[in-house]
């Protein structure tokens, strides 16, 4: 069973679009059905689906309507010539990378263990090779007990509730999961896509696997990956976008914007700061609004209590809630009191009162020293912490051991001192650069990144860029191995002449 409709929100029209020299849906069917499975594309009964099927029945693939909202209902009407020990599978029809191979490996690892329920597991390997399995009999149980619009819309959360389930890896998935990003849900991933078959003399036969040695090539041309080495969960990259620091983002032309963005995201770059702490918050929130990107990326916001009185919990809700109008989705990974001196008991219990709603999976403050730290982790539920690390100085032992035992995120800033340290009418340049040769680095803006990344309680810096350039020479630089112990040492010695 493929799912696909004419009306995603973020790419219209794609069951639609080529890719490989046929309608992506009919790609999508082809190569699930290339070992021999059968296959019937579910799609819904609004007058615009009408296309779907018109073509699919041009070339012979069976198609069946239903409801556009309740899709579980949809299956169930057209597995209804299917005996109860049947097994169905569940594809999206955005993902052609995915094929018969995909299908057989999941299906073979649920009759080894034994399960009920199958699914590719997308949070450890790329978005774009999912696919479920599951029985008929068990799909027609979800049928009648789930109720939820949530359960009947998404098809399979009831089945992961009552059954037995796996959540499976195949052992050729890349372990690089945002850079291996494969399903078409947004323009620039359909571009992508479109690159990766470009060429391909069989796109139906050639297996996934040689897809995705494809895009390896591609990601070769990009640069190299940046990092995580994130320990929370929340998976950000070494390398963060300082989102209020895109020089004129407010002026710029929203197609350099743009492309700054989806280059950064291509790169491995997983979050954007963003927040109403400073007074260009609004200009570069439109600017990371684009709906082509906001989902690659999640965010952190900065905020600062909105109203005459900062200590008022409502002044904090106030911020929170205009970031998420001005950002167009209601959801970010952490939300970051701007100073600590804001983190008073009540405001900083509304701040948290987002994290069990789901809206914000983190809170955090912002520190100005790293002697503030400790009364930071104080705060409880403190997830995560924004510092400043500029080139030389340093955290002290007692607070790096600190942070070693909490379960917070930190991102370091300030890494180039605004940028004062490239600049090389600053006194401290040239001994930066005379220590970067010395150290084999390349450059002053090499050398303070990994002076910043050596410290093993940073979890990732934040910085800002120019154009598109200065943020691939940032990447670049990010997957760079960072200073050890003696070479931050001796950067330290080295400013500490000034």
């Known amino acids: 069973m493929i799912q696909s409709r004419l009306n995603s929100s973020r790419l219209p029209g794609k069951a639609l679009m080529t890719i490989g020299g046929m309608p992506l849906v009919e790609l999508v069917a082809r190569r699930a059905a290339r070992s021999g499975h059968e296959v019937v594309v579910a799609t819904s009964e609004e007058h615009y689906d009408q296309r779907i099927v018109d073509h699919l029945d041009s070339v012979g ?10 899709v579980l209902g949809r299956f169930v009407a057209a597995t209804r010539d299917l005996e109860p020990g049947d097994t169905v599978v569940r594809l999206t029809g955005d993902n052609p990378v995915g094929d018969a191979d995909v299908i057989d490996d999941l299906a073979s690892a649920m009759a080894r263990g034994g399960y009920a329920y199958g699914r590719n597991d997308v949070s450890r390997m790329p978005e774009g090779l999912g696919c479920e399995v599951f029985s008929i009999d068990d799909l027609r149980r979800a049928d009648r007990e789930a109720t939820t619009a949530y ?12 059954v037995r389930t796996l959540d499976h890896v195949p052992a050729q998935s890349p372990t690089d999961i945002h850079r291996f990003r494969c399903t078409v ?69 929203p197609p350099e914007v743009r492309a700054l963005l989806a280059h950064a995201a291509d790169r491995g770059i997983t979050h954007v700061e963003v927040g109403r ?58 939300a970051v009191l701007d100073d600590l001196s804001d983190a008073r008991p009540a405001t900083w219990e509304r701040l948290r009162a987002y994290v069990g709603g789901g809206e914000v999976q983190r809170v955090g403050v912002a520190v100005r020293t790293a002697e503030q730290v400790p009364e930071a982790l104080r705060l409880p539920g403190l997830g995560y912490l ?22 917070v995120v930190v991102t370091a800033h300030s890494v180039f001192d605004g940028g004062s340290v490239l600049d090389q009418n600053d006194p401290r340049n040239a001994r930066l650069r005379a220590l970067a040769t010395d150290l084999g680095r390349d450059g002053v803006d090499d050398l303070c990144l990994a002076y910043a990344l050596g410290h093993d309680v940073v979890t990732s810096v934040a910085v ?22 003696e070479q931050r040492a001796r950067v330290r010695d080295v400013l500490g002449k000034d």
């Open 386 to 407: 924004e510092l400043p690390l500029r080139p030389g100085t340093s955290i002290p032992d007692e607070v790096q051991q600190a942070l070693r035992g909490a379960d």
């Open 185 to 253: 849900d947004v323009l620039n991933d359909y571009v992508r896509v479109s690159r990766m078959f470009g060429g391909v003399a069989d796109p139906v036969a050639i297996p996934w696997t040689a897809l995705m040695d494809r895009l390896r090539e591609l990601i070769r041309e990009e640069g190299p990956s940046v990092p995580t080495r994130d320990r929370s969960g929340l998976g950000q990259s070494v390398l963060l976008l300082g989102g209020t620091q895109l020089a004129g983002a407010g002026a710029s032309p």
């Open 61 to 70: 693939i069976p198609v069946v309507r239903g409801s556009l909202d309740d």
């Open 151 to 162: 359960d009947r819309e998404h098809v399979t959360p009831w089945l992961r509730r009552h």
């Open 464 to 485: 800002g860029c120019d154009d598109e350039q200065q943020l691939q020479r940032n990447a670049d630089l990010a997957a760079r191995p960072p200073l050890d112990d």
């Open 277 to 334: 702490a400073d007074g260009d918050a609004e200009a570069v929130l439109r600017a990371c609004g684009e709906p082509q990107l906001t989902k690659r990326f999640g965010y952190v916001s900065r905020v600062r209590p909105l109203g005459a009185d900062a200590h008022d919990p409502l002044a904090v809700e106030a911020s929170v809630e205009r970031s998420f109008a001005e950002l167009g989705r209601r959801s970010v990974a952490a």
